[in-house]
């Protein structure tokens, strides 16, 4: 008889010692931190991501919800793309390591930061009462080359505050702890999976390898905790994006500049504003397709 385990998610306190915290992260390929901001930080966040997704949803829900994308976020979900520029001082009091705070996920050795090298993108999701499932899948391709499977390190980390407390009826995002280590053939299924349980102002981690997906809302709509708000800063190695200069970027192939990271993945990873670079990006307006090695497309 094999005995079927139930998939847990480990919580340590944020100030936790570094090297337990990658212990889990190295195990597990996920974990929360609890306590990394306090109420009233979330609570100025908050108040300044709220405008933000209420322009998001009167501007470009459709487009940013990812509905014309296969359906990748479940109707009832909005994600507001470029949240930075929403709450900069918020944000960058929170991640930008200058008070010291630990752990800064932009310092995590996991994804071998280096001075300049690593892209981060920020997404505020709200999600509603009567938001279903979301497939389950890797965040992989937040930058321009797609890896699977063990054999090959995360290419980033995906990292979520809290904006209230995160429950399994709410849908909290579901992880399957472990499954940074999975075979590539090996397809999660919803039993694998744990409920990322955060009270507000934790910190949910996972390794971009790690599969998760949003679980399904089953809140009333005027249950005190039925929006689930969530800020999401995905970390990626690789940015190579920073590289040239625009007049270089616009003599190379469309090849040349999705591998250097101008390239928004199916997921949005790796999207200036939620949409491609290539299109959005105003120093790259005018780009006709360039002119460097077309015979190697
Ligand atoms: O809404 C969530 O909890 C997770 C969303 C997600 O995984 C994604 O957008 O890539
Ligand atoms: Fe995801």
Redesign the pocket.
Known sequence: MTVQTVPQLVTLPATAPIEDIFAVLRRDGTIVLSEFATDEEIEALNAKAKQHFDRTESEGREHDNYNKNKNF?PKG?T?AYGLFSAAPEELSKLFGGSDGRVPDPHYMGLVGRREGHTDQQLVG?K?SPGSRL?AL?R?LNSCGVQRTGPETPPNGVSTFIAGCDTTERNGA?RVCPGSHLWPQDRHPTQADTAPIVMQKGSLGIFLSNCF???GANACEPDDPDALRI?Y?IFCCQDNTALYFEPEVLKKMTPKTLRLLGYYKGR??GGGYLGRDPVDQWEPLQGYTGGEWFPNTE
Do not use: E, L, W
Request: hydrophobic share 20%; no cysteine.
């Open positions: 976020r979900t994600g999701y999600v979301q899948h965040d995002t998760h997906g949003a969530i999401g997921t949005g």
